[in-house]
DNA sequence: CGATTCTTTGAAAACAGTCAATCTGTGTGG
DNA sequence: CCACACAGATTGACTGTTTTCAAAGAATCG
């Protein structure tokens, strides 16, 4: 009976050499938890408290707006954290919603945990500061795409960068995350080529 | 003669704390440079090897499409870091250009120098950390705007978060820093309200 | 199945882009 | 110091793309 452990020792082992006292230190750290399709991890309003790694399903996160639409900011699936960093940091009610696409199960590591554990093991705090900027390059990528192309070329080089998103999630989520209405996705995937 | 070091001195006080030591292995770890209006900071097709911390002026980092148009992903003053993270992290050539806007001045960290500071300085290490993580907030916060606002919302957004770099840099730069045309930021910004 | 949600399609309206001409301000060389 | 050249900004008319609204057609789930 796992809870996504195997995962999260095999993501680790992939990005760091850590000794097995230390995987013992993280797994003990890790609250895992389930979360049912449509579920949330984090509800809008509420403070993140934690950083969150996704051993299996597909969670997003988004915003409301004024008049009820949702702006998808991001999907995450296996392997991915995700989290609300601005809430996490500042300790203020978070401005998204983050919730699951699927069935999904996730590891959760408090903020003081989490900064026991990076004062703790040196390699793994290298590793977390590995993934984040390697978030924020992601990040200038997607600005750059979302400055600079056409709703086509978006949606093109969405499905080749993120085919499992594509695949599983739905047109409409896909349709909010690149900017454009379901409408306009439905209509660039039917017209031939 | 200063070349920008009290500059870099109240942002580091600003941010952290630090014995006169470290001060001191700080500033003499930074590289100095002038750069006059136009100028490269970093060429597409080059390896980026610093981070750069801004004392004085106006940059920008931009893409050149295909078509030769440019695409500026961001700007940053006085006391603001920029280098092409990609590149300084996989030692690939660059896609962007960074060049300045106005003659300014910045100071260089190369990135084993920067490795050897944050090393040995853990405080220095926790600030340059948490520069990134503010400026992945801030990317998410783009990234949100980018796909939900209109255009006449992201240019009012982007006037209040950014007055300098509104007054600063040319409306051509700011509109394609939107994702506009500078024609549709003419109209937007002459159309009465 | 039956109900709900998601996707597709159509037609019209709104919006942003294109191309070309004019206007403005700046800086440079004569 | 003036005049010209140049880049940046504005304006107009037109085109093309995306949105909006509405309705019909799949697909999904209890």
Not at 75 to 102: G, V
Not at 105 to 115: A, G, H, P
Request: with cysteine; charged share 25%; glycine share 4%.
């Amino acid at each position: 009976m796992s809870a996504g452990f195997e995962v999260f020792r095999d993501y680790v082992t992939r990005h760091t050499q850590l000794s097995e006292v230390d995987f013992g230190t993280l797994e003990a750290a890790a609250k895992p938890k389930k979360l049912r399709k449509h579920q949330y991890l984090l509800q809008e309003g509420d403070v993140c408290r934690y950083h969150c790694f996704i051993t299996k399903g597909l969670l997003r996160t988004y915003a409301v707006d004024e008049k009820g639409n949702e702006h998808v900011i991001r999907f995450a699936m296996e392997n991915w954290w995700i989290s609300d960093r601005e809430s996490l940091l500042t300790e203020q009610p978070s401005k998204f919603n983050i919730d699951a696409i699927e069935d999904s199960e996730v590891l959760l590591f408090d903020k003081s945990t989490m900064q026991m554990l990076t004062d703790s093991i040196p390699a793994f705090a290298k590793m977390v500061t590995g993934v984040l900027d390697k978030s924020f390059i992601t990040s200038q990528t997607r600005i750059h795409e979302a400055i600079s192309s056409t709703a086509e070329e978006k949606y093109n080089t969405f499905v080749q960068r993120y085919p499992g998103f594509a695949l599983r999630a739905p047109q409409s989520m896909i349709a909010s995350y690149l900017g454009i209405k379901p409408e306009t996705l439905s209509r660039l995937r039917n017209k031939k080529h």
